[in-house]
Antibody, heavy 115, light 110 residues
Framework: QVQLVESGGGLVKPGGSLRLSCAAS????????INWIRQAPGKGLEWVSH????????YYADSVKGRFTISRDNAKNSVYLQMNSLRAEDTAVYYC????????WGQGTMVTVSS | QSVLTQPPSASGTPGQRVTISCSGS????????VYWYQQLPGTGPKLLIY???QRPSGVPDRFSGSKSGTSASLAISGLRSEDEADYYC???????????FGTGTKVTVL
């Protein structure tokens, strides 16, 4: 079954860190680039970061640049999002999505930044 | 922040045709493909249209996409109650070097 499963979300204090994981199964993971997209409670979708198939091309939204780091391990069929210096405005459900247009999305993992 | 502008809401009765617009600029819609997503209540987004007007397998042909210049639109024909959802457009933005999403449109079936 083709799927992406996010994990690693939780409650963290402002200034803290979290590492999200996106585990892929059912397809050749190394053939696809991956995007992270987030959705704050009751709000719209916001693109966060992109990583190419081999990890050599990476992009970030201005809102997370310098604080978040995306990486991937094709041997483990996984993509990671290291989130540092977290702020209240980073509170959201974080989704990973596969390839062009995001033809497969995970179920999301909730990140809450609050004291 | 949303760079693509959509109407906040749209509605229709069962069987009607509803159209949702998505307005951007030369650096995003004007230069790149447009994608559309459907988000049913309490669920994650689902790709509805890719490359302006292509439907992934399994998406009914009641859904269609088009693009002209710096704008795009999604049409839902033969509206059904299960189409009640939020719809988002998206495109790559060359100036931002990232994807931008639309503000989202809530479709209500009356």
């Amino acid at each position: 079954q083709v799927q992406l499963v996010e994990s690693g979300g939780g409650l963290v204090k402002p200034g803290g860190s979290l590492r999200l994981s996106c585990a892929a199964s059912g397809f050749t993971f190394s053939d696809y680039y991956i995007n992270w997209i987030r959705q704050a409670p009751g709000k719209g979708l916001e693109w966060v970061s992109h990583i190419s198939t081999g990890g050599s091309t990476i992009y970030y939204a201005d809102s997370v640049k310098g604080r978040f780091t995306i990486s991937r391990d094709n041997a483990k069929n996984s993509v990671y999002l290291q989130m540092n210096s977290l702020r209240a405005e980073d509170t959201a459900v974080y989704y990973c999505a596969r390839g062009e247009g995001g033809d497969i999305w995970g179920q999301g993992t909730m990140v809450t930044v609050s004291s | 922040q949303s760079v693509l502008t959509q109407p906040p809401s749209a509605s229709g009765t069962p069987g009607q045709r509803v159209t949702i617009s998505c307005s951007g600029s030369r650096s995003n819609i004007g230069s790149n493909y447009v994608y559309w997503y459907q988000q049913l209540p309490g669920t994650g987004p689902k790709l509805l249209i890719y490359r302006n007007n292509q439907r992934p397998s399994g998406v009914p042909d009641r859904f269609s996409g088009s693009k002209s210049g710096t704008s795009a639109s999604l049409a839902i024909s033969g509206l059904r109650s299960e189409d009640e959802a939020d719809y988002y457009c998206a495109a790559w933005d060359d100036s931002l070097s990232g994807y931008v999403f639309g503000t989202g449109t809530k479709v209500t079936v009356l």
